[in-house]
């Protein structure tokens, strides 16, 4: 069955560095997500991207945040300058479609630590 | 805007016992809900959903969820819980145009042998 994938699984990087987070949706998905949870907390939706444009974002989602389809499979997340609160489990998910009918399936998630 | 609550942090059951876990949810219409689980190191995975219609939804892995209005409520249920059911779960609705989920906080279920 076809999966979301992403690397790393775990990430460690000092404040002020930049990471990118990376996801391989399903093949034949067209739409993409972002999503974190912060240790303790509700996962929290950062942003959604279709045709390779943001279509939905939250305040989370600030300048500090960017996203990008670099190529045909993989779908990135890259956060500048990070700060101790960016620590969190990030959650890439896909969907066929756009619509409460279709399905967001998950990926395993990217641990990211900030130290 | 739409929001779900879980008020239930932690639950722990006997295997073969019944489970409810709870979900309230705030909304004006109708609204649509999910149920998600994550299981340790795995990903979200859609446990059921309701849309409209049939109050009683039926899911994967033996799961049921009722919906209620009167009660605002989505409550999942099983009958009889097994050791593998140990996982995280939560409630989402999505937002109109589909392209967000806002979820609960979550419930932590623990099954004792």
């Known amino acids: 069955e076809p999966e979301v994938t992403q690397t790393p699984s775990h990430q460690v990087t000092q404040m002020g560095q930049e990471v990118i987070l990376r996801c391989v949706p399903i093949?034949?998905?067209?739409?993409f997500y972002w999503y974190r949870q912060i240790l303790g907390q509700k996962v929290e939706f950062l942003v959604s991207?279709?045709?390779?444009?943001?279509?939905?974002k939250s305040e989370i989602f600030d300048d500090q945040f960017s996203v990008e389809r670099p190529d045909g499979s993989n779908f990135t997340l890259k956060i500048r300058s990070t700060k101790l609160e960016d620590s969190a489990m990030y959650f890439c998910?896909?969907?066929?479609?756009?619509?409460?009918?279709?399905?967001?399936?998950f990926g395993p998630g990217t641990r990211l630590t900030v130290t | 805007a739409q929001s779900v609550t879980q008020p239930d942090i932690h639950i722990t059951v006997s295997e073969g016992a019944s489970l409810e876990l709870r979900c309230n949810y705030s909304?004006?219409?109708?609204?649509?809900l999910f149920w998600y689980v994550q299981s340790p190191g795995q990903g979200l995975q859609l446990l059921l959903k309701?849309?409209?219609?049939?109050?009683l939804v039926q899911g994967i892995k033996g799961f049921e969820a009722e919906f209620k209005r009167s009660q605002s409520s989505f409550n999942l249920r099983k009958p009889s819980v097994h050791w593998s059911d140990a996982a995280e779960y939560f409630c989402?609705?999505?937002?109109?145009?589909?392209?967000?989920?806002?979820f609960g906080g979550g419930t932590r279920l623990m099954v004792k042998p």
């Open positions: 989402a609705v999505p937002n109109n145009a589909g392209n967000m989920l806002t």
């Open positions: 991207f279709y045709n390779n444009e943001i279509s939905e």
């Open positions: 093949s034949n998905h067209l739409y």
């Open positions: 998910a896909s969907s066929p479609g756009q619509g409460v009918q279709y399905e967001q399936y």
């Open positions: 309701y849309f409209s219609g049939d109050t």
């Open positions: 909304y004006g219409a109708t609204p649509y």
